[in-house]
């Protein structure tokens, strides 16, 4: 079994396709239709045409490898068993009410798994929005709009595909995307230890998130966390929420927190308690180098949100380190009367020698990771130039935090990101993210 | 002394206006000069006008009732001398370089008071960015772009300028915006005490946040909170900082968090650990009823958000109450199949009754508070016509946390704010607003 159907399908056949709006099987053709290879909506209903694809009564009647699955759950088992037949390798199945529900739910899902076991098909799903992979315009999914979700360099696993969307058009919002995104719903037989190697091969991916609401795995899933080189943030939820509810969910069985406490508890992962987080983590473990240390040297243009930085990072268990006589020399010519020129260094408010401020404490050997914090000015703007440089010179993380009006700072803001220079906003956004670097060294050697 | 020549200044001295660009007394100018009211540019070596205002000698040859000083630190007294002597009642005082500085700076700030008391004269900052009042038009600030902060009905107190700046310019970004903002900066003789009982009177500010680094007033601020009627949420910054950094700011005395925590432990008060939280807070507490308790009804349309949601209101308290039978009965007929039909009530998936689910959850006798979680979908939308009634007939808070593409949804997020139903984004947000009303009412009977 494999997921290489799923990135790479040369057919895909949309099973209970239709030529009404609003049904689910309109809505995935609707997304589906862009993708560049073969394209066979099923439907022995149905005839003519749907988004200039002719309707065919069968899948044994297309050379599809992928199969959506847009019927109604007791359909199910009967339409799996055609795609086993029909050779089909790979079947998504966005219906719910399987094991979430139990009862006939479950024997249904049973079904479900045995015909996939017979065939050799992966299962995405049951119970899920399905997948994205927007740089290969691949949609295997029924959501509207998401064809509007970004193209990025963070790949997204989640076990509920609402979250799993949430987190994609939130990125799409920050003017990032993804690499791809995954809702793995009740995980018939597709698990989180099974996308998380193929997306360390993928080379577009730089950063897997992972959200976690509970999976019998967590054994597999530790170990694969473990084997892979891609930098992993998990958001692990649900343990305060209703088991009740969470069962409801997706089917997901109660652990305690602990066990997965230990199984992220490891180099290169990061645990996180917020979707915003869980985004900024992997923006930021994807776009800056890997830190040397904990060593954090902060240079904000305003004290305020220097201090709130600050008071983030030391519950981080960042070390803000003296900086040396040669960078304290360099930082006080810059500017005479700058207000305080140890680490944090605060320069009182913008001014032209602040990108020179940022390089000074960039290139201090005492400073593993720069967090920076500036109130934009349009006289002034934000430091590209000197960015540019540093980014060349200088293989540490730069976090740049950006505040004033959107559209006054978006083009620079867009320059740093494109040096590598991670932007967010707010100052516990931009302290939360250092404080991800850190948890991803921590525990190396 | 009065802070109302702060609000409605019959004429404004700007002392040390420029017509160079980029200088403060020219940025002053330029925010300035849109107030309905007289503007004087002071400065003896200037001539000609400035934004169409005729440059003036001295602050004497002036009517101005409000002085914003944008002269270096060590002119401040004469100015300030000269501003009493001829009758101004009120001044900004721009400059650093004072109390946080010690030294030199400590005797200066110390000569300030004794003259601003000498003629009683309301002296905000120094080492403030100042303060704006945009409904107003007034903008007592040299800070670039100010003028483009929206008009609200949260007044922000901050600790710091740079803060106030950042927190109004994000709360326009959220299509919100400010009743006034205020940076108090060293606090010479206007408080956090002098300020928050001003807007309190202030008929368009329905919710005062404040940003604390810490002030040696803490039992005057302790006992206004406690007089006033409009909702704050105060967020205390600073205590694991570096205090040597934190004193450099604005001069804030250490305490303990015990001191504040005890300050703001009353009903009505709301504390909070960032800065979206504290806006996020302020507009709920504006914009919602008082919920009558902590019974919290969620309807979601995505499990795992809900999910989320659920995990956040257990660590704050919440009750999620049994629905009543017949809320339980309209929900089961509404549609058959539906997901989970306790509490939260998990429709599954958006749907054309998605509305009548949320009135039904809204009507329930056990419910005090809702909170809904739906990513947009453009053939269903958002139901607002539902809302609509029940802002009309249902005087419960509802919190509605939106998702999906921006441009997709704005409008009719717009149409639920104005009738009064706050929308977030986020799970998370959702959650801590949700969180934000519950401890607005810890406390009461």
Redesign the interface.
């Known amino acids: 079994m494999s997921l290489s159907d799923l990135f790479e399908p040369d057919g895909i056949a949309i099973v209970g396709a239709s030529a009404t709006?609003?049904k689910i099987g309109n809505d995935a053709m609707s997304n589906v239709e862009v993708y560049d290879g073969e394209i066979y909506p099923v439907n022995p209903s149905s005839s003519g045409t749907v988004y200039g694809y002719e309707f065919v009564d069968s899948v044994a009647e297309t050379d599809a490898d992928l199969a959506l699955l847009c019927v109604p759950r007791r359909l199910q088992p009967q339409v799996l068993e055609e795609c086993g037949e029909a050779g089909v390798s790979t079947a998504v199945i966005f219906a719910?009410?399987f094991t979430e529900m139990g009862g006939e739910g479950r024997e249904l899902q049973d079904e479900i798994a045995r015909i996939a076991d017979k065939y050799n098909i992966t299962v995405l799903g049951p119970n899920t929005a399905g997948y994205a992979i927007p740089h290969a315009d691949l949609y295997g999914s029924f959501?509207?709009?998401i064809r509007?979700v970004g193209i990025g360099n963070v790949g997204i696993v989640?076990?509920?595909?609402?979250?799993?969307?949430?987190l994609s058009?939130?990125m799409?919002?920050e003017g990032y995307g993804v690499s791809s995104m995954f809702g793995l719903g009740n995980r018939v037989n597709t698990e989180f230890a099974d996308v998380i190697p193929v997306l360390d091969e993928d080379p577009r991916t730089e950063a897997i998130v992972l959200?976690v609401?509970g999976t019998a795995d967590v054994d597999r899933l530790h170990k694969i966390c473990e084997e892979v080189d891609t930098p992993i943030v998990a958001y692990k939820?649900?343990?305060?929420?209703?088991p009740?509810?969470?069962r409801?969910?997706?089917a997901a069985p109660s652990h305690v927190d602990a066990t997965y406490e230990e199984a992220f508890d490891q180099p290169g992962l990061v645990t996180v308690s917020?979707?915003?987080e869980l985004l900024d983590a992997g923006r930021v473990l994807a776009d800056a180098p890997t830190p040397e240390g904990a060593n954090v040297g902060v240079v904000t243009?305003?004290?305020?949100?220097?201090?709130?930085v600050?008071?983030y990072l030391?519950?981080a268990g960042a070390v803000?380190p003296d900086l040396t006589a040669e960078t304290r020399e360099r930082v006080d010519d810059l500017l005479e009367?700058i207000?305080?020129t140890?680490n944090?260094v605060?320069t009182?408010r913008p001014m032209p020698e602040f990108g020179q401020v940022v390089d000074a404490v960039a290139r201090d050997e005492n400073v593993d990771i720069v967090l920076v914090y500036e109130?934009y000015?349009?006289?002034l703007g934000y430091p590209v130039e000197e960015l540019e440089a540093l980014s060349e010179e200088v293989d540490k993380p730069i976090i740049f935090t950006v505040?004033?009006?959107?559209e006054?700072l978006r083009e620079e803001r867009e320059q740093m990101e494109a040096l590598g220079v991670p932007t967010l906003?707010?100052?516990?956004r931009g302290a939360q993210a250092v404080a991800a670097l850190i948890e991803s060294i921590s525990g190396e050697e």
């Open positions: 709006p609003g719910g009410g959501v509207p709009r509007e989640a076990q509920s595909a609402g979250v799993a969307i949430t058009f939130h799409t919002q959200h609401e939820v649900g343990e305060r929420a209703d009740d509810f969470v409801a969910h997706t917020s979707t915003t243009a305003q004290a305020g949100p220097g201090i709130i600050n008071d030391e519950d803000f009367g207000t305080y140890e944090p605060d009182g109130i000015e349009d006289s505040a004033g009006p959107h006054a906003e707010t100052p516990e």
